[in-house]
């Protein structure tokens, strides 16, 4: 005879019911602490990141500056400030007054200095000096004549007479085939001393008139133009 089954009430639970589990919940507030962890380091990152990009951006600027030229800079400032941009005016013409003044100062000093050497230098021996014309003869001695009836003292002759003696050893009809000088005073082209007379192709007279006239015209002296010719190689 089988036996009556056993009824199971509402109160009673069944033999092999689960308990609730916790598992996932945990998990999920792991997850959202996780992030929070996170978010909070990333945003911490991120701020650290732009406190540097801002350090190396005010470094950037300022070795800028620094490299710049100190008075572009300063004259970039004073161009807003009209009073500075006088003073700067103001300075900047002083400036090249004290240069100026700087100069001539220097100027005159050297000068001082080459008359100062000049003074103390002996004066050039251009050999004796003839007591009268009657020393030379010829064409020489035409020439002592003219040369004081021009106005110069006998201490020019023998300048003069070195001068013509390598020009053309007083020689009228002395001629320089390459360059066409002629006469005594080997003049370039002849034909100028035609302003003396026109026999200037074999008068003496004439070419050393015209000579000396040249001479004292462009050098002032017959010992000036000899001192040039030996500088030069001319005259």
């Given at each position: ?29 792991a997850?959202?602490l ?149 006469g005594?005073?080997q ?49």
């Open positions: 005879m089988a036996r009556p089954r056993r009824r199971t009430t509402a109160t009673q639970l069944p033999k092999h019911s689960a308990r609730p589990s916790f598992a996932p919940r945990i998990a999920a507030v997850l959202l996780t992030g929070a962890v996170g978010g909070g380091y990333l945003g911490i990152h991120r701020q650290q990141a732009a406190d540097v990009a801002a350090q190396e951006a005010r470094y950037d600027v300022e070795s800028e500056i620094a490299a710049m030229d100190q008075s572009k800079l300063y004259d970039a400032r004073a161009g807003l400030d009209p009073a500075v941009q006088r003073a700067l005016d103001k300075a900047a013409d002083e400036a090249k007054d004290q240069a100026a003044k700087a100069k001539k100062a220097n100027e005159l000093a050297e000068r001082a200095q080459a008359a100062s050497r000049s003074e103390n230098r002996e004066p050039p021996d251009y050999g004796p000096i003839p007591a009268s014309c009657s020393e030379f003869s010829g064409n020489r001695a035409i020439g002592c004549a003219e040369l004081l009836k021009k106005g110069f003292g006998l201490d020019q002759m023998p300048c003069l007479n070195k001068l013509w003696n390598k020009e053309s050893n007083w020689r009228t009809t002395a001629e320089n085939t390459s360059s066409g000088a002629y005594i005073p003049a370039l082209p002849g034909s100028k001393m035609a302003s003396e007379g026109d026999d200037w192709r074999t008068n003496p007279a004439t070419q050393i008139k015209w000579g000396l006239g040249y001479i004292k015209g462009r050098y002032g002296t017959p010992c000036k133009a000899w001192d040039h010719s030996v500088a030069t190689g001319w005259y």
